[in-house]
């Protein structure tokens, strides 16, 4: 069983820059795939990023490649979403979620994923 508690969420300028956490209980963290997905109003939840095990291996979406990275931290438990140039079409909350379907691998199938965060708000201002 994991917990996942995010944080980080607020209100940033377009441009601007957001640095996302998710912290997670039980010491097993480091054995699961790890991912990020927003769902904005009125949207289905869409994938962002994922990052396996290790951090040797990640995945992003088309719309945050290269704006976006995510990063873990097994000794703290913790995964990071650092998020660059902003837009408002940004303006979700993002959750994140643990895999212990795929540890190896990345996966973007929400599906693959067994626990959730409540998630954290992000809204980008124009």
């Known amino acids: 069983q994991v917990q996942l508690v995010e944080s980080g969420g607020g209100l940033v300028q377009a441009g601007g820059s957001l640095r996302l956490s998710c912290a997670a209980s039980?010491?097993?963290?480091?054995?699961?795939?790890l991912g990020w997905f927003r769902q904005a109003p009125g949207k289905e939840r869409e994938f962002v990023t994922a990052?396996?095990?290790?951090?040797?291996?990640?995945r992003y979406a088309d719309y945050v490649k290269g704006r976006f990275t995510i990063s873990r931290d097994n000794a703290k438990n913790t995964v990071y979403l650092q998020m660059n140039s902003l837009t408002p079409e940004d303006t979700a909350v993002y959750y994140c979620?643990?895999?212990?379907?795929?540890?190896?691998?990345?996966?973007?199938?929400?599906?693959?994923?067994?626990?959730w965060g409540q998630g954290t708000q992000v809204t980008v201002s124009s």
């Open positions: 039980g010491r097993t963290f480091s054995t699961y795939g």
């Open positions: 990052i396996n095990r290790s951090g040797g291996s990640t």
């Open positions: 979620a643990a895999s212990a379907k795929v540890r190896w691998a990345t996966t973007a199938d929400r599906n693959d994923y067994d626990y």
